[in-house]
């Protein structure tokens, strides 16, 4: 069973950034994909940024250009990047990951591992 677990949520003002990291344990896999999803209040829970195992990375037109996924693979673990925070990104950040190549941001059945989440609040 793989384990998930995120970190470097916090409070931020408008235009500040962040970096979230996602470190996995567990049975690793020579082909996946790692994503970021969040979810804010009454919404539902969208992908925005995704890397392949082999170094394939895909955005949601909502964060190109702003924020940067990238990994360390000796470490295992992801990190988020978040350059240029909005208010609109305040959201509850979940880290998942498949023992497949997804190709792309993917939705919420893409995925077969799920982090507990971590809150990210950017405030105006």
């Known amino acids: 069973q793989v384990q998930l677990v995120e970190s470097g949520g916090g409070s931020v003002q408008a235009g500040g950034s962040l970096r979230l990291s996602c470190t996995a344990s567990g049975p690793m896999y020579s082909t996946y994909s790692m994503g970021w999803f969040r979810q804010a209040p009454g919404k539902d829970r969208e992908g925005f940024a995704a890397i392949d195992s082999d170094g394939t990375v895909s955005y949601a037109d909502s964060v190109k250009g702003r924020f940067t996924i990238s990994q360390d693979n000796t470490k295992n673990t992801v990190y988020l990047q978040m350059n240029s925070l909005k208010p609109e990104d305040t959201a509850m950040y979940f880290c998942?990951?498949?023992?497949?190549?997804?190709?792309?941001?993917?939705?919420?059945?893409?995925?077969?591992?799920w982090g507990q989440g971590t809150q990210v609040t950017v405030s105006s």
């Open positions: 998942a990951a498949d023992p497949r190549s997804v190709g792309y941001c993917g939705t919420m059945t893409d995925f077969q591992y």
